[in-house]
């Protein structure tokens, strides 16, 4: 009996993972009808954000105040991640039939593992990336700044070239001048600053002028020296976080399994309960799932703006009708997909001790078959699908005896029961809550 229950315990910590990762399967789907393979790769990159952070901040430390900003530095990797998908590679395919943005979430799955796998030792990748980010920051504050229309579907890109050269001089400036020496003076940092200003505004106001009249670029005088001075200062922040936080740490490779910091309280010796070993990070897994999905039904069923992912997800032309931005409501799900995804990355290094940059992939195929066992589109269906799984690899691999038992068939098993569910219930064990809108 005992045997029994520690098989239950293991299956409930396996299941608890599944579904974390599960529910932001069945949430995306259920919004667009998509089904997002490259999910267990953001539940990778949470594990890795976190060990970003413990690395950054805290390495060498044991204490358990730090697993909550571990978390919460998952949980921006995750969502960064998640919300650049979806803007770059599945908005411009949501009209696009199915198999599209199917190949792509593969494609993209594959990239971020290669991504992470080569680069993560070398942290230089991020110049360029915060370089993006800041551009992208100072030319949305200069858009709000401003009065003139930058979405027109025909002339968007000639009503917004004078934000981007003014961002994209002073972004020039900055290359040239890191480019020839690495470490600058104060002095000579705010001249970068005060040139990007002056010339980033110059040339904004030139190329106003030149494509829409001196009318126009009076009216952009002010939009464009903030993008500019924006741009300029950020590019500056950006080049202090590389040189004096980011390379100064040494990152180890994820070409091979890194060890995953250990926390007290939550990590350390197990607890033993009648002859039932209980692993303290199980006991994190369980209760962080029975945390988030609260916390998620309530914001689904008792917020604005999870009842309008509802009303998104029965029906979005006429949700778009009734005023819904259903374009955010589409960030939203991905975000909230990533959230979780992101505590499951942590429940996993806490768990194993060790993450690397391929434990997105299996990880993920397992959520997807708990998402489908439970209900495609059905959030209390994907929990319990996750849950599910995990009691059934526990028990398969303790009481299938011969050769088709022990733990190197416990994969198998899970596949088994996904082709058995997609043969006589195709629609879940909860039933698919979202219809067919092809």
């Known amino acids: ?35 997002n393979f490259a999910h267990g790769e953001v539940f990778m990159i949470g594990a890795f954000g976190a060990l970003t952070t413990y690395l950054l901040f805290f390495n060498g ?39 599209a943005p199917l190949i792509t979430a593969i ?20 110049v360029p990336a915060m370089a993006a980010l800041a551009i992208a920051i100072a030319y949305a504050v200069g858009a709000r700044m401003t009065d003139v229309p930058l979405n027109h579907p025909i002339t968007k890109w000639h009503d917004r070239s004078p934000l981007l050269v003014a961002a994209g001089v002073p972004l020039l400036i900055w290359i ?20 990007g ?21 009076q009216v952009l005088v002010r939009p464009l020296a903030v993008v500019a001075v924006v741009t300029a200062a950020l590019l500056e922040v950006a080049w202090f976080i590389y040189k004096d936080v980011l390379a100064k740490v040494d990152w180890p490779s994820a070409k091979q399994r890194i060890p995953f910091p250990q926390i007290d309280v939550v990590t350390g010796p197990a607890i033993d309960i009648d002859g039932v070993t209980i692993q303290r990070s199980a006991i994190f897994t369980i209760v962080a799932l029975a945390i988030c999905a609260v916390l998620l039904w309530y914001f689904i ?45 942590v429940s996993q290094g ?14 993920g195929l397992k959520a997807f078959t708990a998402a489908v066992l439970g209900g495609i589109g059905n959030i209390a269906g994907a929990v319990v699908g996750g849950l599910v799984l995990g009691v059934v690899e526990a028990m398969a691999t303790q009481y299938i005896p011969g050769r088709f038992g022990g733990g190197s068939w416990k994969d198998v098993w899970a596949f088994v029961i996904l082709i058995l569910v997609l043969v006589f219930r195709p629609q879940g064990l909860l039933g698919a809550r979202v219809v067919d809108r092809a």
């Open 61 to 99: 430390d044991t204490s358990v105040w730090i697993l909550p900003v571990m978390i919460i530095g998952a949980m921006i990797a995750s969502v960064g991640t998640a919300v650049a998908m979806e803007r770059v590679a599945y908005r411009p395919l949501r009209n696009a039939p199915r198999l």
């Open 176 to 195: 040239g001048v890191r480019l020839s020496q690495r470490d600058v003076s104060f002095v000579a940092s705010a001249g970068v600053v005060v040139g």
């Open 301 to 345: 069923n008792r917020t604005r703006l999870g009842r309008g992912m509802l009303a998104v997800s029965q029906d979005p032309d006429t949700a778009r009708l009734m005023g819904i931005n259903v374009d955010r409501i589409i960030v939203v799900a991905f975000a909230l997909g990533a959230v979780l995804a992101a505590v499951a990355g």
């Open 197 to 217: 200003l002056i010339l980033g505004t110059a040339a904004g106001l030139l190329v106003a002028r030149l494509t829409a009249g001196a009318e126009r670029a």
């Open 107 to 126: 494609g993209i799955s594959v990239f971020l593992q290669e991504f992470m796998r080569l680069f993560y030792e070398r942290p230089g990748w991020t």
């Open 350 to 363: 806490l768990q194993n001790n060790n993450i690397d940059f391929r434990m997105g992939f299996l990880a």
């Open 1 to 35: 009996m005992d045997q029994f229950f520690q098989q239950l315990v293991n299956g409930l910590t396996l299941g608890s993972l599944y579904a974390l990762i599960a529910v932001g399967y069945t949430v995306v789907y259920g919004i667009v009808q998509l089904i």
